[in-house]
């Protein structure tokens, strides 16, 4: 009973294990593989074996090569994007996306106000772009995704009230282009 709960553990692990990791493969060991464990006097009812690959998080990689070709100045900040769309439960491309409408990349915007994201109608200035860019994270986050709205249709709205069909669709085809 000790051995068929320890197994059960086991596997439980391995499922739990599976769920905190990018890709993980389980299979049962089929019958010609228990038979050598069988012959080595190794049980082998209820066996399972993981077989576990960590992939490398390519997201900061893919992200600043994508602003660089757009000639952005955000690019040397993918990086940040990233670690702002993790902590406020975000897709990573959509703070990155947002610019492209609002700045095009951050490129077009009010001299030195570090808002390539179009906040408050492009009038409020910040210290940086990566001020600007943990703000509108951490703001987005409060308004909206603590509500359960995390997408650009359900931001769109009160986002780009004017115009929110248009900044949508934008917004999405970015998003796919990253």
Known sequence: MFIKNFCRGIALGLILLALTLPTVNFKLQNPSENAALAAAGVSVANTITAEVKLEEDQRVETLRAYLESKNSPLADLAETFVEVADAYELDYRFLPAITGIESSFGKIQLDASYN????????????????????????????????????????????????????????DKFMAEI
């Open 116 to 171: 390539p994201f179009g906040w408050g109608g492009g009038y409020i200035y910040f210290e940086s772009f990566e001020e600007a860019i943990r703000t509108v994270g951490f703001e987005l986050y409060e308004r909206c995704v603590k509500v359960g709205s995390n997408t650009p249709a359900e931001i769109g709205p009160s986002y780009c009230p004017p115009n929110y069909l248009r900044w949508i669709s934008a917004v």
